[in-house]
């Protein structure tokens, strides 16, 4: 079994203790975070270290995230979309020939 990788902490956060190593599972729970967010963010850096960037609040819900989801915005409708719609919402009439 492989021993997790720990990353050194040197941002101002005061959630995390400078100078102090950390896994990505115990930085993603400290600051709410998922952890394949944590991950994606720290994999193709060379150094090692975790910056204040490295856990900021993500700004979209892809993975189910614990930000707020996002508020559907509708378009205002115009009266011509209006009126197909109402004649749209209309039943078929099929006679029995």
Same mark, same amino acid.
């Given at each position: ?8 902490? =040197? ?20 600051? @709410?975070?998922?952890? $394949?967010? %944590? ?5 193709? $850096?060379?150094?090692?270290? =975790?910056? @204040?960037?490295? %856990? ?14 996002? %508020?559907? =915005?509708?378009?205002?409708? $115009? ?17 029995? =020939?």
């Amino acid at each position: 079994m492989s021993v997790p990788k720990r990353y050194k902490f =040197i941002g101002e956060d005061n959630r995390f203790l400078k100078n102090v190593k950390y896994t990505l599972s115990e930085v993603a729970r400290t600051a @709410d975070l998922h952890e $394949k967010t %944590i991950v994606s963010r720290m994999q193709f $850096k060379c150094d090692k270290v =975790i910056t @204040d960037n490295d %856990i900021r609040p993500t700004t979209c819900n892809f993975f189910g995230g614990r930000n707020r989801a996002s %508020i559907p =915005i509708s378009k205002p409708v $115009k009266p011509p979309e209006r009126l197909s719609s109402k004649w749209l919402k209309r039943k078929l009439v099929v006679s029995n =020939i």
